[in-house]
Structure formats: structure tokens, C-alpha cells
């Protein structure tokens, strides 16, 4: 089993920033893709970010230039930096690893908690 935590949501003013973190924890080996995913209310969870073990990452086009993933293998954690924040991201924020399940043959998705972002004046 995995387990993930998110911290370091909130309130925050538009244009102003905020670090999300996410903690893993339990069978780690074989985790490779990471991932930021979003929902607002009333809509889809999307995908906002992802990073693979070796360090490449992929955007969502709405926030290509002002967030930014990263990941500390040797902690355990990934970040997400978000800049620029504007009332559009407000979301609850989860994060995601896909670990490689030997016996099935496959990747299994373990979710976190989710972290309330919100983005009002």
C-alpha cells in the first residue's frame, strides 16, 4: 500500500502564491509518474501537473508558465509551486503516484486526501 498527504493549501489573494506538498509514504518502490490533479465544484478532476521518477514533467496548458512540479525522491515528496494564482484554480488539489504492481502486471493509482485552494479577493 501507499500512502500520500497533502499540505499547504488555503486562502490566498489573486496573483499571490502558494506551495502544495505531497507526502508519500509505504511501498514506494516502483512508484514512477507522480501527479497534481484539481476538481472545483461541479466539475471534472483534471489533471494539473505530473513529473516521472527521472524528472520530466508535463503541464495542463491553463497553467504552463506559472505553476511549477518538482520531486525529492530521496524525501519522499513532491511539490507543487503555484504562482500567479488566479480564481480559476481554486480547487481541491490531490496528488497521485502510480505504482508498478508486479503481480498484476500493471500500474495502480493511489490518491491523497486533497487540499482546499482558494483564490479570492
Known amino acids: 500500500q501507499v500512502q500520500l498527504v497533502e499540505s499547504g493549501g488555503g486562502l490566498v489573494q489573486p496573483g499571490g502564491s502558494l506551495r502544495l506538498s505531497c507526502a508519500v509514504s509505504?511501498?514506494?518502490?516502483?512508484?514512477?509518474?507522480m501527479g497534481w490533479y484539481r476538481q472545483a465544484p461541479g466539475k471534472r478532476r483534471e489533471l494539473v501537473a505530473q513529473?516521472?521518477?527521472?524528472?520530466?514533467?508535463d503541464y495542463a496548458d491553463s497553467v504552463k508558465g506559472r505553476f511549477t512540479v518538482s520531486r525529492d525522491n530521496a524525501e519522499n515528496t513532491m511539490y507543487l509551486q503555484m504562482n500567479s494564482l488566479r480564481p480559476e484554480d481554486t480547487a481541491v488539489y490531490y496528488c497521485k503516484a502510480d505504482r508498478w504492481e508486479a503481480t498484476l502486471s500493471k500500474y495502480l493509482s493511489y490518491w491523497g486526501q486533497g487540499t482546499q485552494v482558494t483564490v479570492s479577493s
Open positions: 513529473i516521472t521518477r527521472g524528472g520530466s514533467a
Open positions: 509505504g511501498s514506494i518502490l516502483r512508484i514512477n509518474t
